[in-house]
């Protein structure tokens, strides 16, 4: 078969039936592709019968103009394709690409493309080429990828669950070290009692979240699994009476302001350790020259349901600490019990259900953290 060069009409292969029944039976698009640049004109001088298979156009409705096919492809990837194709006439290099089409009746397709340039002498540019669909192996590379993330998000989850365990059941611990530390100063019988009911809250609070960390390790495969109702009040009180050894010790005032019907669908076990990171840091990052005064309340912004976290403690030098604040094992005061996970494993269950935390903190004013927890 031969290739004019020299004309500028736009049949550039001779032999065509010849050509096209030697492709008769193959799915791939073989092609000619041509750009006239003084006319900003493009055509197809030669396709096989695989372009029907790959843009649903037929060889004859593209032979002099090829929009019909260059309009299949899909919005999003137009401008790739087409700064592909101008790089490669430019620098007569080869091109390679995927890219998608938009089909009338098979919807998006994957094609990879190929062409290699030749100038000819009216100064047009054509490309000979194949393109082939490979929506098939996309959707393979795209199910390794789920499951790729899949494994990442159980490993993350299980880390979280780790963490809970440690972390988490270190506050439970050192407010029942403290409370009954209380108790035994403590002479006044009446005062002693109360002490001792504050003990058997967070005997009952210990009780409740190892039974949320064994539903965790249960589950712990599907987040979904883990949702129940939540009401966040009912939450912040339980969280309240956890942590009450810290509070009477510092003399912190928690103002809860969230309504008492403030339901939501959150994992137990994660809205728990939330407020317990959120709260017992306010307390334990607290200004020496004043008492704790932290406020928590919960409103709707564009739909999603915020949890906002107010104190009036030490501050965060967000300029020096903001990229790393919830960084794993990252510290911020010279404060003997900060260990560096509380933040990072807050950040990772909000993450994990969908949501996102923010902060705005001043140094000697206090920290105030939003949690869009749907």
Same mark, same amino acid.
Not at 55 to 66: G, L, N, S
Not at 144 to 170: C, G, Y
């Given at each position: 078969?031969?290739? %004019?060069?020299?004309?500028?009409?736009?049949?550039?292969? @001779?032999?065509?039936?010849?050509?096209?029944?030697?492709?008769?039976?193959?799915?791939?698009?073989?092609?000619?592709?041509?750009?006239?640049?003084?006319?900003?004109?493009?055509?197809?001088?030669?396709?096989?019968?695989?372009?029907?298979?790959?843009?649903?156009?037929?060889?004859?409705?593209?032979?002099?103009?090829?929009?019909?096919?260059i309009n299949r492809i899909h919005k999003d990837d137009v401008k790739a394709v087409f700064d592909i194709v101008n790089n490669s006439m430019k620098t007569l290099k080869s091109w390679s690409y995927d890219f998608r089409v938009v089909l009338p009746s098979k919807g998006v397709r994957w094609l990879r493309g190929n062409g290699r340039p030749i100038q000819l002498m009216d100064g047009s540019?054509?490309?000979?080429?194949?393109?082939?669909?490979?929506?098939?192996?996309?959707?393979?590379? #795209?199910?390794?990828?789920?499951?790729?993330?899949?494994?990442?998000?159980? @490993?993350?989850?299980?880390?979280?669950?780790?963490? $809970?365990?440690?972390?988490?059941?270190? %506050?439970?611990?050192?407010?029942?070290?403290?409370?009954?530390?209380?108790? #035994?100063? #403590?002479?006044?019988?009446n005062e002693k009692n109360e002490i001792m009911g504050h003990v058997k809250k967070v005997s009952e609070g210990f009780s409740d979240t190892m039974a949320h960390l064994n539903e965790i390790v249960t589950v712990y495969t599907d987040v979904s699994q883990q949702l129940k109702t939540v009401n966040l009040n009912t939450s912040i009180e339980k969280t309240v009476n956890i942590l009450k050894g810290n509070i009477t010790q510092k003399?912190?005032?928690? $103002?809860?302001?969230?309504?008492?019907?403030? /339901?939501? #669908?959150?994992?137990?076990?994660?809205?728990?350790?939330?407020?317990?990171?959120?709260?017992?840091?306010? $307390?334990?990052?607290?200004?020496?020259?004043r008492n704790p005064k932290i406020k928590l309340n919960a409103f709707h912004e564009n739909g999603r349901l915020i949890l906002q976290v107010s104190d009036n403690g030490a501050g965060i030098d967000l300029r020096k600490h903001g990229e790393s604040l919830f960084g794993m094992y990252k510290t911020f005061h010279k404060n003997k019990d900060a260990v560096?996970?509380?933040? /990072?494993?807050t950040k990772n269950q909000i993450e994990a259900m969908g949501g996102k935390i923010e902060v705005k903190s001043k140094v000697g004013v206090g920290t105030s953290f939003k949690v869009f927890l749907t």
């Open positions: 078969m031969k290739v %004019s060069e020299n004309k500028s009409d736009d049949i550039i292969v @001779n032999d065509q039936d010849e050509l096209q029944s030697l492709l008769e039976h193959t799915d791939e698009l073989i092609y000619q592709f041509r750009y006239f640049p003084e006319e900003k004109k493009y055509t197809l001088p030669f396709a096989s019968r695989g372009l029907w298979n790959v843009y649903e156009v037929m060889p004859e409705e593209v032979k002099y103009d090829a929009a019909p096919a540019f054509l490309w000979n080429g194949c393109v082939i669909d490979i929506t098939s192996q996309k959707k393979k590379e #795209e199910e390794v990828k789920r499951t790729i993330d899949v494994i990442e998000s159980q @490993n993350v989850r299980l880390m979280n669950f780790a963490h $809970i365990a440690t972390h988490n059941l270190r %506050s439970y611990s050192n407010n029942l070290e403290l409370l009954l530390e209380l108790a #035994e100063k #403590e002479s006044d019988l003399k912190a005032v928690i $103002i809860n302001q969230v309504p008492t019907e403030c /339901f939501l #669908e959150y994992n137990p076990a994660f809205i728990e350790s939330i407020l317990l990171n959120l709260i017992s840091n306010a $307390i334990k990052y607290s200004d020496s020259e560096g996970v509380g933040l /990072f494993l």
